[in-house]
């Protein structure tokens, strides 16, 4: 006898999306975890750093970080570093994020346009408002221009963190994110190193300040609805 031919049924088009679903999940879990983790060490590193924060005089391991990059690199780095506090300040970093907003509603995006602006908001508030509780004096070590209004947490640092956090969030699903997660490493380092270089901040100042830029952009990740199933051109 022949063997009966069975005809292959065609797979509905529901079934094949539901599946590329479940497989997009899938590889996302990983990344959810990381940053799960991610956000919660940004909480400890900020709890510590606040304790930190309190401290008077500071802790002796703080000023001595600040002495030695001092002795290491004397002032050869001055330009750089001097360029870098005019890049970090509000001056130049609220044009940036409203730019950001702008043109992320300029083309059609309303959703990230909001995250954008909600995030350099936030990162503006935040940073006035813990100055403002905490009132840590500022490092006296050497003769350098600082602001008058307090050392904690340090407003540049911060600022960049948001603002780099917000274009890997929002580039998500680009070939472009890997270059922003990139650039803003880099950057948010730099930007840190020169506040100590400075003399401005203390190391506690910076590191809280990158906490708090982890933290401010998963809020507005969460609370704007940038989830990582939307599609990055909502």
């Given at each position: ?169 929002l580039l998500r699903g680009t070939r472009w994110r890997g270059i922003a997660l990139g650039a ?22 910076v590191v809280a300040s990158l906490a708090l830029g982890v933290l401010i952009v998963s809020a ?15």
């Open positions: 006898m022949r063997a009966a031919t069975i005809r292959e049924m065609p797979i509905p088009s529901w079934h094949m999306a539901e599946t590329a679903r479940a497989g997009a999940q899938i590889q996302r879990e990983p990344v959810r975890t990381a940053l799960s983790w991610l956000v919660a060490v940004s909480f400890v590193i900020l709890a510590v750093t606040t304790v930190l924060a309190f401290v008077r005089p500071p802790v002796p391991a703080e000023v001595s970080t600040l002495t030695w990059i001092r002795g290491t690199f004397g002032g050869s780095l001055d330009g750089l570093m001097r360029f870098l506090d005019e890049v970090g300040s509000v001056a130049v970093m609220s044009p940036a994020f409203v730019a950001l907003a702008a043109a992320l509603l300029l083309a059609g995006r309303r959703r990230p346009a909001v995250a954008a602006f909600a995030g350099g908001a936030a990162a503006l508030l935040v940073n006035i408002v813990i100055k403002t509780l905490v009132s840590r004096p500022r490092p006296d070590l050497w003769a350098v221009e600082v602001d008058s209004i307090g050392s904690y947490p340090s407003g540049h640092t911060l600022f960049v963190t948001v603002f780099f956090g917000l274009l890997v969030v803003g490493v880099v950057v948010c380092l730099v930007m840190a190193f020169s506040r100590l270089y400075l003399g401005e901040h203390f190391p506690s100042d507005v990740e969460r609370f704007i609805g940038l989830s990582a199933s939307q599609h990055p051109a909502q």
